[in-house]
């Protein structure tokens, strides 16, 4: 009996032990209220303040500004914002230069698509910000894994271009009058991707950092999204990818003309190919296939032009010649005041390439409509 009173007694007592150990976090109840100091300085940072209290500032010892994370990062590794509502015109840098050299930097970007694509007072701002370097032989002008600084034309002379490849480095390129090189690490921010050297003396044209991106790139994002939109409601164009789109919008070179103008003439070479942005255009062509009398028995006087169609924003024309690399077999004029995006051969056979089965389709119409204005005929016949 005494036995199985001491279990009972010893099953009833046996949790007291154990107390403690339930009990135990009491002492680290005031740990949650630690974050507390933290609250507070989030609160006086973001000014709910209570009336009365004073609100720290940056002099004050105890003051916490929010936690750094730059700490340890490459600073060319995040890109700056590029403000599109910036004044491209603002904090204007200009580097003086002698007629001679202006008139050298003018022909060393004649051909750079990105200076083409700029009017003619952003591409002022960034000719008056260029400078002269010159690179004499052997000098690595930029270095695989430097930051980007400056932007380079070639006036004269020769580089070799260095990537790495499978561990190696290895030559891929040679620069010459008129290329550029060094704005992929300016525009997304990234370390040099390759090592540039001049093989002989050689003259630059250097643009810095800032004013390229400022001026060059503002100018170049803002036509895009002007075109963008525009593009996009062609027909004609929507078998190309958006980034063929955007592309095209590079390209792109925008020219007024006044009503009356002629913007191609029949018989001309092909030089480029034309949208509509805005306004209406006629298109015309010589009726040789009426024979032509002059008013004194003489010699047939010049063939009359027959109205053929007429287009407006978002039509385009100029292609036919482009295609089949013959005169054009039309004379194009401004009907109204109107402005056209051009684009020229280059970038027409480079960019439109998946849109050539559609515009040699209609070639077809428009030989069905000479024929129903004048019989039986070619385009061919227009260009003889």
Request: charged fraction near 30%; charge should be negative.
């Amino acid at each position: 009996m005494l036995k199985c009173f001491s279990r009972c007694m010893a099953n009833e007592t046996a949790p007291e032990p154990e107390a403690p150990e339930l009990e135990a976090p009491e002492p680290e109840a005031p740990e949650p209220e630690a974050p507390k100091p933290v609250a507070k300085k989030n609160v006086v940072l973001s000014l709910e303040v209570e009336e009365g209290q004073r609100v720290p500032d940056s002099d004050d010892p105890d003051f916490q500004g929010p936690p750094s994370f730059a700490k340890g990062r490459r600073a060319s590794v995040s890109a700056e914002p590029l403000n599109m509502e910036d004044d491209i015109s603002n904090d204007r840098v200009i580097h003086p230069k002698s007629d001679e050299q202006r008139k050298r930097l003018q022909g060393a970007v004649m051909d750079i698509l990105m200076f083409r694509s700029l009017d003619q007072e952003t591409r002022e701002y960034v000719l008056d910000a260029m400078f002269e370097k010159p690179a004499p032989k052997d000098e690595k002008v930029i270095e695989l894994g430097d930051d980007g600084d400056f932007f380079y034309v070639v006036d004269s002379g020769k580089l070799d271009c260095y990537v790495k490849i499978s561990g190696e480095e290895k030559m891929v390129k040679t620069y010459s009058n008129g290329e550029s090189f060094g704005e992929l690490a300016l525009m997304y921010n990234t370390p040099r991707a390759a090592t540039i050297i001049a093989t002989e003396d050689s003259v630059l044209w250097a643009l810095d950092r800032q004013t390229f991106r400022h001026l060059v790139l503002f100018k170049t994002m803002k036509k895009r999204n002007m075109y963008e939109e525009f593009l996009n409601a062609i027909p004609l164009l929507q078998s190309l990818e958006s980034y063929e789109r955007m592309n095209l919008a590079d390209a792109l070179q925008s020219k007024s003309y006044n009503a009356g103008d002629v913007i191609i003439t029949q018989g001309d070479d092909a030089d480029a190919f034309y949208i509509i942005e805005k306004g209406k255009v006629v298109v015309k062509v010589k009726d040789t296939f009426t024979p032509q009398q002059s008013e004194e028995g003489g010699e047939p006087g010049e063939a009359a032009e027959v109205v053929v169609n007429e287009l407006e924003r978002g039509n385009y024309f100029g292609e036919l010649a482009l295609l089949d690399n013959k005169p054009r077999a039309a004379t194009v004029y401004a009907e109204t005041d109107c402005t056209c995006a051009l684009l020229d051969v280059k970038a027409f056979e480079r960019l439109l390439g998946p849109c050539v089965d559609i515009l040699k389709r209609n070639a077809d119409v428009y030989e069905q409509q000479l024929t129903a204005l004048f019989g039986k005929c070619s385009l061919d016949d227009l260009r003889r």
